[in-house]
């Protein structure tokens, strides 16, 4: 098992541009998150999903959309790009149904690094 | 009355010293609480985690520690090593949600 990919790694956008970051697991997890990390803000979550088809917001949705329209995808789209979202993107993923010891681990991608100038 | 409050912000311990991060919390619905542990260029990994059922969980050398009527837990790393060197976040899960409240998270620094 790959887990959680992300691509990119790096990107750099200018201002106004868009742009998708794409997130694939491949451990069949009903539930995926994006989040955002700035430094000494921790993790803040822009959107998750429960399962293929639905989405719902996070705390600092604003400027982002999603879509889930397979288990396996959860892509971040970025319209209008600001300086205000230079940050660490993170997606992770958990399962519907675990043992009682591993019930809410998320696992997370290794993150895409964006600036916005 | 939905944060995590986590301090320090970072903290340096001499090789075979206890590390010790701490959490406090309002919300009183919350009913999970994780410690994830990040290293750098890489996404956070669940570390340990422990329920309001239990004071203390310990798995090797870290052990969460729970004051539920202080509204309050705490990370503790014994004998710390350098590989120990990470960011640590605790977090928080509300029962009725699929969403966890990450704390600020804490830089630790162990020197040999």
């Known amino acids: 098992n790959a887990g959680v990919t992300q691509t990119p790694k790096f990107r750099i956008l200018k201002i106004g541009q868009s742009m998708t970051l794409q997130c694939t697991q491949d451990?069949?997890?009903?539930?995926m998150y994006w989040y955002r990390q700035d430094p000494g803000m921790g993790l803040k979550l822009i959107y998750y999903?429960?399962?293929?088809?639905?989405?719902d917001k996070g705390e600092v949705p604003n400027g982002y959309n999603v879509s889930r329209s397979t288990t396996e995808d959860f892509p971040l789209r970025l319209e209008l790009a600001a300086p205000s979202q230079t940050s660490v993107y993170f997606c992770?993923?958990?399962?519907?149904?675990?043992?009682?010891?591993?019930?809410?681990?998320?696992?997370f991608g290794p993150g895409t690094r964006l600036t916005v100038l | 009355q939905q944060q995590v409050k986590q301090s320090p912000q970072s903290l340096i311990v001499q090789k075979g010293g206890i590390s010790i991060i701490n959490c406090a919390y309002e919300n009183t619905a919350f009913d999970y609480f994780p410690w994830y542990q990040q290293f750098p260029g890489k996404g956070p990994a669940l570390l340990i985690a422990i329920r309001p059922d239990v004071s203390e969980k310990k798995e090797g050398r870290f052990t969460i520690s729970f004051n539920k009527s202080a509204k309050q837990f705490s990370l503790h790393i014994m004998d710390s090593q350098p590989g120990d060197s990470a960011t640590y976040f605790c977090a928080a899960r509300k029962g009725d949600t699929d969403k966890l409240i990450f704390g600020t998270g804490t830089r630790l620094q162990v020197f040999p």
């Open positions: 451990m069949n997890h009903n539930y």
């Open positions: 992770a993923s958990r399962p519907l149904i675990s043992t009682k010891q591993d019930t809410d681990t998320q696992y």
């Open positions: 999903s429960v399962g293929a088809g639905i989405t």
